[in-house]
C-alpha cells in the first residue's frame, strides 16, 4: 500500500456513515442515508394502485425507481428535472432493488420509490440505493434480504472502497476507475454492476471481495437504522 | 419477427435449449455470428461504416465541428456520442422522445470509447483555449436483431479508424471543396470493443438474435480494450432486474481476454 489517501482513510475504510429511517412524515417508509458528505434521503409510496392501466401486472405489483440531484447538491447547479444520467441511474436503482421485493400479493399495483441527493460527493447512486432499501423496509413491503451499496475505486492500481469526488477526479499513471457494486446483504448475489475506467479483468474478483465486505459493514448501519425506529 | 414480449412456452424453450447448449442457428452458446463491415457508407461524413452482425445491421458515423472546449478540459477536443433507435430499423421502436433504450445505447458507447482514451483528445485542439474540434459519433440502427450495443460498438471503432479531420477556411470554419488535413488522433492499438453476456436461467450467452434477446433475463456488457499490453475493462453495466453470482461475474471476465482477440481478428481487415 503506497497511495495515502487525502482524508487519511485506509484502503478497505469507508467515509463516516450515517443512516436514519422515517424522516418524511408523509411517505408509507422513509430513510436517509449518508457516505461523509454525500447524502441521500429516499421516500417509498405504495403499494397502490397503478395508473396508467396499461402499464399494470395482474400477476405482481411492480416497482419504479426515480432518482435525482437536487439542483443544488452540485458545485455547478444541476439544472432542475430529469437528465439522461438520472433516467439511467434511476433504472438501474431500480434493477438493484427488484431482486430483494416480493410484489406477488400486490396485483395491479406500483411501489414507488423517490431517491434525491441533498450533498453530492461522489457515490450518490450507492448511497441512494442504501437509503432506499432501508425506506422499503420501514413501509413494511415484503422483502426477501436488504440490498446493500458501495462503490469500489481503483486509484492508479491501487484499490480502494467508497471513493470521494477528489478521489475520482485522480489523474496519474491508470487513472480512476469507480465500479459501484449492490447486494443481496451476505450472499454472493450482486443486483448493480456499473464501472468506468481502466480495471485488468483479472482484479474483478479482487474488487468484489472488497465490497463484499464493505456492504457488511454497511449492513450492520442499515440494521442499525431500522432497529432504532421499531424501537421508538 | 416479433415485437411483443416473449411467451412463457417460448421462454421455457430457450431455457431448455441453452441448457444443453443448443442454438436454432447452430451456434455455440459464446459464438459471434458473421460480421461483415463496410466503410465510407457516406462520403459526408468524416468517417463512417456499417457493420452486419448476422442480421443487425447498424451505421455509425463521425462528423466533425470547431466548437468551444468545456471549462474543465480547455485543452482537449470535446467527444459527444449520440444515437437515435429509428422506427425504421424495427417494429419496437417509436418515434418520439427517447424511451430508456435509447438514453441507455449511446451512454455505454460513450463510455466504452471515452474511458479507453483511444481518441487523442489533446491533440483536437485548434486554438488554445478557445476553439477546439468537436468529435460527434452518432450511431443509427438499421436492422434490430439483437446484440445492438456490441454491434454499434464495432460501428464506432471502424469509423473512427477511417475518420479524417476537413480543413478549415481563415474564419475557422470547415472549408469541404479542401482536401482532408490528415488523420483523426487514434492510438494505433486501443481498439474498443464490447462484449455483453445475456443469462437465461443458469446459462449464459452472447450474442443472442432477437428472439432470443427478448427471452433473457439479464445483459452485462464489458467495454475492453488493450492499453499498455494489459487488457482492460473500460465500463460495465449491468442491464435488467435478475442478480448475477460471483462465480458467474468471475467466469464472464475470465472469457473477456479470448473474446476480444477472437473479435479483433475478425475486425481488422475492414480497417
Known amino acids: ?232 | 419477427m416479433s415485437s411483443m414480449e416473449a411467451s412463457n412456452a417460448t421462454i421455457e424453450n430457450f431455457k431448455r435449449m441453452f441448457e444443453q447448449g443448443k442454438r436454432f442457428d447452430g451456434r455455440g452458446l459464446f459464438d459471434l455470428r458473421q460480421i461483415t463491415a463496410e466503410t465510407k457508407v457516406s462520403n459526408s461524413a468524416e468517417g463512417s461504416a456499417r457493420i452486419r452482425l448476422g442480421k443487425t445491421e447498424v451505421l455509425a458515423g463521425v462528423k466533425l465541428a470547431p466548437g468551444t472546449p468545456y471549462p474543465d478540459s480547455l485543452d482537449k477536443g470535446n467527444l459527444i456520442v449520440s444515437g437515435d433507435l429509428l422506427p425504421l430499423a424495427s417494429p419496437r421502436f417509436e418515434s418520439g422522445p427517447p424511451g430508456f433504450e435509447a438514453i441507455e445505447l449511446p451512454r455505454l458507447l460513450d463510455r466504452a470509447i471515452r474511458e479507453s482514451h483511444v481518441i487523442d483528445l489533446s491533440k483536437l485542439v485548434i486554438k488554445p483555449n478557445e476553439k477546439v474540434w468537436t468529435v460527434y459519433i452518432d450511431v443509427y440502427p438499421i436492422n434490430d436483431d439483437g446484440n445492438l450495443l456490441d454491434a454499434a460498438l464495432m460501428a464506432c471503432l471502424v469509423a473512427l479508424k477511417t475518420a479524417q479531420i476537413p480543413a478549415l477556411n481563415e474564419n475557422n470554419l470547415v472549408d469541404y471543396d479542401k482536401p482532408a488535413t490528415g488523420k483523426m488522433p487514434l492510438s494505433a492499438d486501443i481498439m474498443p470493443l464490447s462484449f455483453s453476456f445475456f443469462k437465461l436461467g443458469n446459462t449464459l450467452v452472447m450474442d443472442p438474435t432477437r428472439e432470443e434477446e427478448e427471452s433473457m433475463e439479464v445483459r452485462i456488457t464489458f467495454g475492453v480494450s488493450k492499453w499498455n499490453g494489459q487488457y482492460m475493462i473500460n465500463s460495465c453495466q449491468k442491464s435488467g432486474a435478475a442478480p448475477l453470482n460471483r462465480a458467474e461475474i468471475e467466469k464472464i471476465v475470465a472469457l473477456l481476454p479470448k473474446k476480444y482477440e477472437e473479435l479483433i481478428e475478425r475486425l481488422k481487415k475492414f480497417f
Open chain 1, 1 to 232: 500500500m503506497t497511495l495515502k489517501r487525502h482524508d487519511g482513510r485506509k484502503a478497505n475504510e469507508l467515509r463516516p456513515m450515517n443512516a436514519k429511517v422515517g424522516v418524511i412524515p408523509n411517505a408509507d417508509g422513509s430513510a436517509m442515508f449518508s457516505f461523509g458528505k454525500t447524502i441521500a434521503i429516499a421516500a417509498v409510496y405504495g403499494p397502490r394502485q397503478l395508473h396508467p392501466q396499461h402499464m399494470q401486472n395482474p400477476a405482481t405489483g411492480i416497482l419504479r425507481c426515480n432518482y435525482d440531484l437536487l439542483s443544488f447538491s452540485v458545485y455547478d447547479r444541476k439544472k432542475p428535472g430529469p437528465s439522461r444520467r438520472s433516467q439511467e441511474l434511476s433504472k438501474v436503482t431500480q434493477w438493484a432493488l427488484q431482486p430483494a421485493l416480493d410484489l406477488s400479493e400486490f396485483p395491479n399495483t406500483v411501489v414507488d420509490v423517490e431517491i434525491y441527493i441533498i450533498q453530492a460527493d461522489a457515490g450518490t447512486r450507492t448511497a441512494g440505493i442504501n437509503a432506499a432499501a432501508l425506506a422499503l423496509a420501514h413501509a413494511g413491503i415484503p422483502m426477501k434480504n436488504l440490498i446493500s451499496s458501495v462503490a469500489v475505486g481503483k486509484l492508479d492500481t491501487e484499490l480502494v472502497v467508497d471513493l470521494d469526488k477528489s478521489e475520482e477526479d485522480f489523474e496519474e499513471g491508470e487513472g480512476p476507475t469507480d465500479f459501484p457494486v449492490a447486494k443481496l446483504a451476505n450472499t454472493s448475489q450482486y443486483t448493480l454492476l456499473q464501472l468506468d475506467g481502466k480495471i485488468q479483468p483479472e482484479r474483478v474478483s479482487e474488487v468484489l471481495k472488497l465490497a463484499d465486505v464493505a456492504c457488511a459493514e454497511i449492513y450492520e448501519v442499515q440494521k442499525k437504522a431500522l432497529k432504532e425506529v421499531v424501537e421508538q
